[in-house]
Nanobody
Framework: QVQLVESGGGLVQAGDSLRLSCADSGRTFSRYTMGWFRQAPGKEREFVAV???????DYADSVKGRFTISRDNAKKTVYLQLNSLKPEDTAVYYCAAAEVYPAVLDAVYTFWGQGTQVTVSS
């Protein structure tokens, strides 16, 4: 069983940074691939970043060099560091867990958090 809860979203100015956290209350966190997705108003949900249980990472081209995904298995938490934020980064950010890696398509993710809003003003 995996239960994901995101936190850390908020309203920031362009160029600012945020760190999103996703905590799991389940018992098998360390063996899951963890991903971040986002969905802007009127847009489809899109892949942002993923980290495997061994630490391998992948990022969407739009966030490479700006966002960093990491995980702390002891704390059952995955993080997304968002730097140099742009207005186009505004979206609801979702944490998700998958049982396979690589996993960049939302269809392979089994568990999802409720989302946290990130709003970037110009």
């Amino acid at each position: 069983q995996v239960q994901l809860v995101e936190s850390g979203g908020g309203l920031v100015q362009a160029g600012d940074s945020l760190r999103l956290s996703c905590a799991d209350s389940g018992r098998t966190f360390s063996r899951y691939t963890m991903g971040w997705f986002r969905q802007a108003p009127g847009k489809e949900r899109e892949f942002v970043a993923v980290i495997g249980w061994k630490g391998s990472t992948d990022y969407a081209d739009s966030v490479k060099g700006r966002f960093t995904i990491s995980r702390d298995n002891a704390k059952k938490t995955v993080y997304l560091q968002l730097n140099s934020l742009k207005p186009e980064d505004t979206a609801v950010y979702y944490c998700a867990a998958a049982e396979v890696y690589p996993a960049v398509l939302d269809a392979v993710y089994t568990f999802w958090g409720q989302g946290t809003q990130v709003t970037v003003s110009s």
